[in-house]
């Protein structure tokens, strides 16, 4: 089975100018994975190796992937660099080469975990986020930034925090998702 573990973190580069149309078409990309049974609340996590095993598990039952070959690729992703971005949320990611279209899973851990954060603090939102090895790294990034862009709302944050249930949790993304599509004249 063919899976590539994503790029080590690079060095940021000046920003290009910012079309914001790229950012809204790779979170709209994402709406569809990201259902209901997508979402994981109040789950039982040890740790960041832990976290990244369960999180290979319940995609790789979703989608009929290798759970030992996805976790291994978000755990070399993860050994490049913490995927945690601060403020409580870590969006792992890789590289895999059996998909055709980004894969989305969000947890929701029952207690706060280390995941290494720059800030220190531990994690309570994970976004796991699996794009297609034949992707284009570009599309990737912007993917990436985009959801990091979100995450770094307070008040997402709050609202993905206090929802009760997974359907809730859908409920916070799909009004993102809609307001994202409104400004891209969607």
């Given at each position: 089975m063919d899976v590539i573990a994503s790029v080590p973190n690079v060095p940021?580069?000046?920003?290009?100018p910012r079309n914001p149309l790229a950012s809204v078409a790779a979170a709209i990309e994402?709406?569809?994975?990201?259902?209901a049974q997508g979402i994981l609340l109040d789950v039982e996590l040890r740790n960041r190796r832990h976290?990244?095993?369960?999180?290979?598990?319940?995609?790789?039952?979703?989608?009929?992937?290798?759970?030992?070959?996805?976790?291994?690729?978000?755990?070399?992703?993860?050994?490049?660099?913490?995927?945690?971005?601060?403020?409580?949320?870590?969006?792992?990611?890789a590289r895999i080469g059996v998909i055709s279209r980004p894969v989305v899973?969000?947890?929701?851990?029952?207690?706060?975990?280390?995941?290494?954060?720059?800030?220190?603090k531990p994690v309570e939102m994970i976004l796991v986020v699996l794009v297609p090895s034949a992707?284009?790294?570009?599309?990737?990034?912007?993917?990436?930034?985009s959801v990091a862009e979100k995450f770094a709302d307070p008040l997402f944050r709050?609202?993905?925090?206090?929802?009760?249930?997974?359907?809730?949790?859908?409920?916070?993304?799909?009004?993102?998702?809609r307001q994202l599509s409104g400004r891209s004249g969607h």
């Open positions: 940021e580069r000046p920003e290009p994402v709406a569809p994975e990201l259902v976290a990244i095993e369960t999180a290979a598990a319940a995609i790789c039952r979703r989608h009929d992937l290798n759970e030992h070959s996805v976790a291994q690729a978000l755990w070399q992703r993860e050994l490049a660099g913490s995927t945690a971005l601060g403020g409580g949320v870590a969006i792992p990611h899973l969000f947890i929701r851990p029952k207690l706060a975990i280390d995941f290494d954060a720059p800030d220190g992707g284009n790294p570009e599309e990737h990034l912007k993917l990436l930034k709050a609202q993905l925090m206090e929802n009760n249930g997974s359907d809730d949790a859908w409920s916070s993304f799909a009004a993102w998702l």
